[in-house]
């Protein structure tokens, strides 16, 4: 037993998935959340009061702009980061990163509970990947080598530019046509 009363250990019999859900628990709040928008998605689930609010402009309004605040957020929290050591708290900010990541399907589920079409879907799956990305990140595939480092984080960075470049445009033809 530790002397330090605070400290969390694992119990030796975890399996590996439940050592995630021990250590890491926004991997598996992500990773539930992602499949309940996916699931929900493939088998075509209405939520009818949910969509009469999807339907109304100003919810529409409120939610994506409530979306871009929180990719706004999540680059703020990836440049402290990117800034390193020169920065107090990165580990903490870091934490946070992941642990809001790991909302962010249940964000994008109450904007829109489709893919959409054309350019909305590629936006939706520029921002899901995104979050799969995020979840699947260095700390949870162990990923030791600085190659495949570099390609995470080249893929993740990658998918979230594509989301705000997609995002912009989608509040340029909102508006634009309304």
Sequence with gaps: MSSNATELVAPAS??????????????????????????????????????RLQADAVYKQISGYGLIAYMLFQWYLARRRAAGAQVEGVPRQLMLHKYSGAVAPLLFFLHSTTLGYAYQSALAIAF????????????????????????????????ATVTLILSAYHIYIVYYYS
């Design 14 to 51: 975890l399996s590996p998935i439940s050592m995630l859900s021990y250590r890491r628990p926004y991997f598996v709040i992500g990773c539930t959340l992602l499949a309940f928008f996916l699931l929900q998605y493939a088998f075509d689930v209405h939520w009818p009061m949910l969509e």
């Design 128 to 159: 899901l990947s995104c979050c799969a990305l995020g979840l699947f990140n260095i700390e949870i595939t162990r990923i030791k080598r600085r190659p495949q480092q570099l390609t995470w984080i080249l893929m993740h960075v990658l998918c």
